[in-house]
């Protein structure tokens, strides 16, 4: 095993999940099969973030998810920006979740779900600070 190497979504709206895409990720469109569809049906591919560790998305056209969980895709985010990206989430009408409850060091989140039930996370730490305080004794969960 060497890396991710993409993450496909199946939506009903190509259009649609790709202002999100553009909007609250910042992806950047690489492809489009347009009418021609290679793989089960029509898709589009992104990248999010910067070279060389810029994250593969492909949206792909298809029925949604029939319910929601919390299984979910976490992008990392520097905590500046979080206000843009929650403004860009509430001007597309997206539905926010509640943040699960934290302890102090492990970086902030927002949750929302997209038009067919995908949960995803904009988080602003990291592996290594959430193991560090994890660690601490003083923890209170």
Known sequence: MQALSHITFVVRDLDRMEKIVRQVFK???????????????????????????????????GEGLSHRSYNHVAFRIEASDMDERLKAIEDLGLELKDPRSRVEGEGQSIYFYDDDNHLFELHSGTLEERLKRYAAPEIDV
Request: glycine letters at 8%.
């Open 27 to 61: 992806g950047r469109k690489v492809y489009d099969s347009g009418e021609t569809s290679f793989s089960l049906s029509r898709e589009r591919f992104f990248l999010i973030g910067e070279e060389p560790s810029a994250v593969w998305i492909a949206i792909m056209e």
